[in-house]
Every structure is written in structure tokens, then in C-alpha cells.
């Protein structure tokens, strides 16, 4: 069983940054392609962005791309979501999610998740 928990989140004015960061344990880290989603209040959980297992390929949702980053340490078992350039618009909880299968862009994609951290993006 993976255990992730999040870390990061915050309150941030629009146009500032951020960087989540994701802790797993239980597992082979290294083993799993590891996601960011987020949920904001009322809407639907959204793929924010995917990793492979090395590292070697990200994507990203398309109202993300080009102001996030998304990037692994497998020897500290860690996922980092870089967030610049922050919307009021990002405001949501972010979740981590870990041993994605398929294209991973829906949530029926992955095995495990975080407990989500908070981002409040003000205006």
C-alpha cells in the first residue's frame, strides 16, 4: 500500500509561485508514473499534470501549460509540482496520485492518492 502526502500549499497573490512537493512511502517509488490533479470547490477533480517513472516525459493539462513544472527524485521518493505565473483561477486543493495506468488524465487512471493540500491564489 502507498501512503503520498502532500506538502506546500499556501496562500499566494495572482502572479507568484508556489511548489508543491509529494512524499511516498510504501512502496517502489521508482516503480510508479506519478500525477497531480486538483479540485476546486463544486467542480469536478482535474488532471493537472503526469510523470514517468525516470522522469523522461511529463504532461499537462492544457490550463496549466507552459506556467507548471512537474519533476521527481526517485532517491527521495518525492514529486514536485512547480506552479508560476499563479490564477485566482488555480485556486483548489491539490492532490498527488501515484501508479497511473492509461493515458492518466482521469482520475479512474490511478491507484493511489494524497490527502490534498490547499492552494489560495488571491487577486
Known amino acids: 500500500q502507498v501512503q503520498l502526502v502532500e506538502s506546500g500549499g499556501g496562500l499566494v497573490q495572482a502572479g507568484g509561485s508556489l511548489r508543491l512537493s509529494c512524499v511516498a512511502s510504501?512502496?517502489?517509488?521508482?516503480?510508479?508514473?506519478m500525477g497531480w490533479f486538483r479540485q476546486a470547490p463544486g467542480k469536478e477533480r482535474e488532471f493537472v499534470a503526469a510523470?514517468?517513472?525516470?522522469?523522461?516525459?511529463?504532461n499537462y493539462g492544457d490550463s496549466v501549460k507552459g506556467r507548471f513544472i512537474i519533476s521527481r527524485d526517485n532517491a527521495k521518493n518525492t514529486v514536485y509540482l512547480q506552479m508560476n505565473s499563479l490564477k485566482p483561477e488555480d485556486t483548489a486543493v491539490y492532490y498527488c496520485?501515484?501508479?497511473?495506468?492509461?493515458?492518466?488524465?482521469?482520475?479512474?487512471?490511478?491507484?493511489?492518492w494524497g490527502q490534498g493540500t490547499q492552494v489560495t491564489v488571491s487577486s
Open positions: 510504501g512502496g517502489a517509488f521508482s516503480n510508479y508514473p
Open positions: 510523470i514517468s517513472r525516470g522522469g523522461g516525459t511529463t
Open positions: 496520485a501515484a501508479d497511473g495506468r492509461g493515458r492518466g488524465k482521469v482520475v479512474g487512471d490511478w491507484a493511489y
